[in-house]
């Protein structure tokens, strides 16, 4: 399996996905990182990884659907089979879905269906919920509406600051999405 991963910030999740590729505790090879953020700290991570990293804005590019051709062809071009979006904080249109459908994998900071959208954690923890959780799907046309891999409840406790509460959620996720990628690898393979 060759894959992408798709990020738009600082990069843990990337991380955590490459190094288990990386040292084959995940079946396959990350074979690019696409950030929309030329500037984000994850380019330095996949620089450091040794993982080819590419990057440019919807600016840039000349527009959404411009933008999103130009992502396909690479994709294409690099003989993409399963995208992994770890942070990637743009809605992935169709021009690209159409190309991957339950190729596309994404991880959530939520129990879902509850809190899609950005900034997960903080609407929970402001609601004063008393649990959250982390979700691994595949993405459809819908925000955060695909069908679901994984998914892990993460409780928020009284005394919690947001930062101790983010902390918690991110040890899920880094867990929990090598833990369901391994599970759609296999069962790609055994369809192949």
Known sequence: MRVAIFASGNGTNFEVLT???QN???AGNVVLLFCDHPDAYVMKRAQHLNVPAFSWTVKEAGGKEAYEKRLLKLLQTQKIDLILLAGYLRVVGATILDQYERRIINLHPAW???Y???HSIERAYRDQASE???????IDRGLDTGPIIMQERVPIHSDDSLAELENRVHE????L????????????TTKE
């Open 116 to 118: 899609p959208g950005l």
């Open 172 to 175: 899920v996720e880094h867990r």
């Open 19 to 21: 190094k288990q590729f």
């Open 24 to 26: 084959h505790q995940l």
């Open 177 to 188: 999405y090598p833990q369901a990628v391994k599970q759609v690898l296999s069962q790609l």
């Open 132 to 138: 959250t959780g982390v979700t691994v799907h595949f």
């Open 112 to 114: 879902l269906p509850e």
